[in-house]
């Protein structure tokens, strides 16, 4: 950990950071990436589930998801009641559309 500035605790590597988090005893811990921030996190061994936005169809995006972790073998998406229970209310199951967009919220989990 680097230290605080300003209220903010500033530390120098994700690993740093999710050990402060721990130590501060957090529940829940989301890590929001950058696609070198997700890899990173799917690679460490406490990362339990992934929560996903599947967007369909032809998208310009400046950073993908860095991995196609569903044909990886190490991952299994959830049914919904699981997604729902984890997320603590009912998520919109399937694809919802929205003007041209169409997206699916899913939950996947790690492979034991």
Known sequence: MKGEKNGVEVAGSLAGA?????????GRIF??????????????GSCERILFTEVKGDVETDVDF???FRNDGKWRR?????????????????????GALSYE???WEKQL
């Open 31 to 44: 890590v929001i990436g950058g696609a070198e921030i997700y890899k990173e996190a799917m690679e460490m």
């Open 18 to 26: 999710l050990n402060r988090v721990r130590e501060m005893k957090i």
């Open 78 to 98: 959830t049914n919904q009641k699981a997604l729902n229970e984890f997320v603590g209310e009912e998520i919109t199951k399937g694809d919802i559309v929205e």
């Open 105 to 107: 919220f899913q939950m």
């Open 66 to 68: 860095p991995a196609d």
